[in-house]
């Protein structure tokens, strides 16, 4: 939550005006990795379901290896093509946020996988 507190301060700060379509769909990530969360989370009172954990786990872990790439693709596109130091600098801050954020879900999915391996 403090990663997304942060990207949204930071469009705020940076005066955004226009998003970027690779932002929102990053974003789109995040909120998919928070409901796969959302679904663990129910799934854990009874450990029975595992099975059915694990396959949110895996979703989360590729829903952020998705954002890994948007990210690297996006960032690389930034230094090549943009020539206003004030959009890299703007943009790369809250890819930055956009991606810590999704590897914070991807952290909660593989504390939690311990958790359930140890019970399994």
């Given at each position: 939550m403090?990663e ?9 700060v940076y005066?955004?005006t226009?998003i970027?379509?690779?932002a929102?769909?990053?974003s ?6 928070l ?6 989370i129910?799934?854990?009172p009874?450990?029975?379901?595992t099975?059915q954990?694990m396959?949110?786990i895996?979703e989360v872990?590729?829903?952020?290896n998705?954002?890994d790439?948007?990210y690297?693709?996006?960032?690389t596109?930034?230094f090549?093509?943009?020539?206003d130091?004030?959009?890299?600098i ?8 956009l991606e ?6 991807e ?11 140890k019970h399994a």
């Open positions: 403090d997304l507190d942060e990207t949204a301060h930071r469009f705020h005066n955004i226009k970027k379509p690779e929102v769909q990053v789109q990530l995040i909120l998919d990795a409901n796969h969360l959302i679904e663990i129910r799934l854990m009874n450990m029975r379901s099975d954990m396959k949110h895996i872990n590729r829903l952020e998705l954002g790439k948007i690297r693709e996006e960032l596109r930034l090549r093509d943009e020539s130091a004030v959009e890299v703007r943009w790369n801050g809250i890819y930055s946020r810590q954020a999704l590897d914070a879900c952290h909660v999915a593989n504390v939690i996988e311990g958790v359930v391996l």
